[in-house]
C-alpha cells in the first residue's frame, strides 16, 4: 500500500504558528460545547525583544519566539470519495513557535503593608495591555 | 488602554509571527476548531524538505506494518512523539481549509477584528528516523514461486502469473526506496520476465552453466572472452529462454567494456563460479574437508583455482575429532534484520571467532551504528587470555 505525499505549494509552503504552553487551558463548564470563536487570551510583544507575554484569564505567562530546530510540516490526511486510495497532503510549514514555560504569574492586586504617616492607597492590580 | 496595532485587521498565523513591539493580539479557538484528526506534524531535517516539495516521497507499508516514509533512495521510519504541552496551532489567515470569516459581501467591513485562531491543539509530532531498508520480505515474496524449468515450455500464462510479482506490486508490498529495492534485486540476482521480477531456481542455474562450460570446451572458447550472442545462441538450442541465457551470464559473469548490445563480451568469475560448485557439493549435507577439497578441485572449471577463503560467509568448517568438516552456511539465507541476525548466528553456533563471524555479519548496515556499535549492541564480547583470539556469544 503506498500513500503519496502531495503538495501544491510551489515555492512557498504558507507559514503556520505555533503557541506552546505548559500545561493545559481550561474551558469553563458553560462553554466547553461552544469552544469556537471563544478568546483564549492575548497575546503580547512589549517591547522590541522578542518576548512575549500570554494573558489567560487572570494569569500571565512569559515567553520568547523561537525557531525551530528541525520544521515541522502541516499534513493533512485525503481521501478520495472515488477511489479507495488515501493521500497526504502538505498544508503548510511550522518554523517557528512562540513557546512559553515558565509559572503562570497571577494577576491578582495584593494589599500594600500600611506605611506611616501616610494615606492607604490600593494598589492597582495588574492590568493585560489592552482592556 | 488600546495599544496601538501596526497591522490593523491582520490575523492568523502572520499576526502572530509578524507581531511588532508594543503590540498584541488576541487568540481565539478557530470557528471550525476541533479534533482535526485529519491534520498532523511531521518534523524533519530541512535537508529533507526539497524531497517533499517536489512530490518525490511516499509512505509505504501494509496496514498491519509500521508505515516507512521512502524518499528516492532512502527509508525512514515514522514515529509519533507525544507531547504534554498545549500546542495551539495557528493557519495563516488565508488557509482555504479553514476560512475563518464568513465573507458577506454586503456587510464589507472596512476593519476586520485582528485575531489569530486556532484550529487545532495538537497532541504531538511525527519524527523520522532513518532504517535499514525492510528487504526480507522482497526474498519471501520471490521465492514463493522460483523460475523452475517447467516454465519453459508452459504455454498457460494465465497459469504461470499466479502469485508472481511485478515491479508496481513490489513497491506495495516491500518497505524500501526504489533504489534500495533495485538494489535488493540485484542481491537476489532476480530476473526480470515478461514484467515479473523472478529469482531462478538454483538447479537450473546449475543446468544453463554446465552447459555453457560443456559448449565452451567443446567449441573452445575462452572462458575470459565469451561472446554473448554465441553463448546465447548454444543455450537457446538446448531449450533455455533468451532472457534466461543472458541471465546466466550476468550470474557468472562480468562484462568486459567495449562492445555493445549482443556484441557483449563477457568474462566468468572465478570465484563465482566455484562457489556455486562448491554449494553444489554440498547440497547433500556436510562433508570431510579431504573429500570436498578434492571432488571440488574436480568439477571446477579447466584454469580456474578454487581456495577455502572463496568460501567465506557460504560455509562452516569444524573439527570433529580428528578430521576436518565442511558443511553449507550462506549468509544470503540469513535474515538482514540484525536482532534475528544474531539470534540464528548464535543458535548455530554459541560461540564465535571474530574471523568466523565477520563474513556473517559484515552486510549488515544500521543507519547510524557502526559495526563495532553492532557488535557491542548483540553480542557479548570476552577474551580468555590477553594473547588469545576475542570470542563472541549471545548477550
Known amino acids: 500500500m503506498q500513500i503519496q505525499i502531495k503538495c501544491s505549494c510551489g515555492d512557498k509552503c504558507p507559514e503556520w504558528a505555533i503557541v506552546e504552553l505548559q500545561g493545559t487551558v481550561e474551558v469553563q463548564p458553560h462553554f466547553q460545547e461552544t469552544l469556537q470563536n471563544l478568546q483564549i487570551g492575548q497575546l503580547c510583544r512589549p517591547s522590541s525583544q522578542e518576548t512575549y507575554t500570554f494573558t489567560v484569564g487572570y494569569h500571565e505567562l512569559t515567553g520568547a519566539k523561537v525557531k525551530l530546530k528541525k520544521p515541522q510540516l502541516v499534513l493533512k490526511k485525503v481521501k478520495h470519495s472515488d477511489s479507495e486510495r488515501v493521500e497526504l497532503e502538505v498544508i503548510g510549514i511550522i518554523r517557528q513557535r512562540i513557546l512559553f514555560k515558565t509559572r503562570p504569574k497571577a494577576l491578582i492586586s495584593k494589599p500594600q503593608p500600611t506605611v506611616k504617616g501616610k494615606n492607604k492607597v490600593p494598589d492597582a492590580s495588574a492590568v493585560p495591555m489592552e482592556d | ?395
Not at chain 2, 511588532?20 to 476548531?33: A, R
Not at chain 2, 528516523?129 to 523452475?148: C, F, G, H, S, T
Not at chain 2, 575470459?224 to 538446448?238: A, F, I, M, R, T
Open chain 2, 1 to 395: 488602554m488600546e495599544q496601538p496595532n501596526p497591522n490593523p485587521g491582520c490575523r492568523g498565523a502572520e499576526a502572530v509571527l509578524n507581531l511588532g513591539s508594543s503590540s498584541s493580539i488576541p487568540i481565539s479557538y478557530h470557528p471550525l476548531f476541533g479534533s482535526h484528526d485529519d491534520i498532523m506534524l511531521l518534523e524533519l531535517d530541512e535537508k529533507l524538505l526539497p524531497d517533499i516539495l517536489n512530490q518525490r516521497v511516499v509512505v509505504r507499508g501494509q496496514p498491519d506494518e509500521d508505515a516507512v516514509l521512502c524518499t528516492q533512495s532512502k527509508t525512514y521510519a515514522i514515529k509519533f512523539v507525544g507531547n504534554s504541552n498545549s500546542i495551539f496551532l495557528i493557519p495563516p489567515s488565508d488557509q482555504s481549509d479553514f476560512p475563518d470569516t464568513i465573507v458577506d459581501p454586503n456587510e464589507k467591513d472596512p476593519n476586520p477584528q485582528a485575531v489569530a485562531s486556532v484550529i487545532k491543539v495538537a497532541p504531538g509530532n511525527m519524527e523520522l528516523v532513518e532504517v535499514a531498508p525492510r528487504l526480507d520480505k522482497l526474498k519471501i515474496l520471490l521465492l514463493e514461486n522460483p523460475y523452475r524449468s517447467e516454465e519453459d515450455t508452459e504455454m498457460d500464462l494465465e497459469m504461470t502469473e499466479r502469485g508472481l510479482y511485478k515491479w508496481n506490486h513490489l513497491v506495495d508490498r516491500v518497505q524500501a526506496s526504489d533504489d534500495e529495492l533495485r538494489s535488493g534485486l540485484q542481491a537476489l540476482s532476480a530476473v526480470e520476465i515478461n514484467g515479473y521480477w523472478r529469482v531462478v531456481d538454483e538447479k537450473y542455474m546449475d543446468m544453463m552453466l554446465r552447459m555453457l562450460l560443456h559448449n565452451s570446451v567443446l567449441n573452445d572458447w575462452s572462458l575470459e572472452e565469451l561472446g554473448q550472442d554465441k553463448v546465447v545462441d548454444v543455450l537457446k538450442s538446448d531449450g533455455f529462454p533468451c532472457k534466461l541465457a543472458e541471465h546466466c551470464l550476468y550470474v557468472y559473469g562480468q562484462k568486459l567494456s567495449g562492445g555493445t548490445g549482443t556484441s557483449c563480451m563477457w568474462k566468468l568469475d572465478e570465484k563465482r563460479v566455484c562457489v556455486h560448485f562448491a554449494r553444489e557439493i554440498l547440497r547433500g549435507g556436510r562433508k570431510k574437508m579431504d573429500n570436498f577439497m578434492e571432488e571440488w578441485k574436480r568439477k571446477i572449471p579447466e584454469g580456474m583455482e578454487a581456495s577455502l577463503e572463496m568460501l567465506e560467509g557460504e560455509v562452516l568448517t569444524e573439527k570433529l575429532g580428528v578430521d576436518s568438516w565442511v558443511r553449507p552456511f550462506s549468509v544470503s539465507s540469513l535474515p538482514s534484520e540484525p536482532a534475528k541476525r544474531f539470534s540464528m548466528l548464535f543458535k548455530e553456533r554459541s560461540k564465535w571467532e571474530w574471523n568466523d563471524l565477520h563474513p556473517y555479519i559484515k552486510d549488515l548496515t544500521v543507519p547510524g551504528l557502526s559495526s563495532d556499535g553492532l557488535l557491542l549492541k548483540y553480542t557479548r564480547r570476552t577474551q580468555p587470555t590477553p594473547t588469545s583470539e576475542p570470542v563472541f556469544c549471545a548477550r
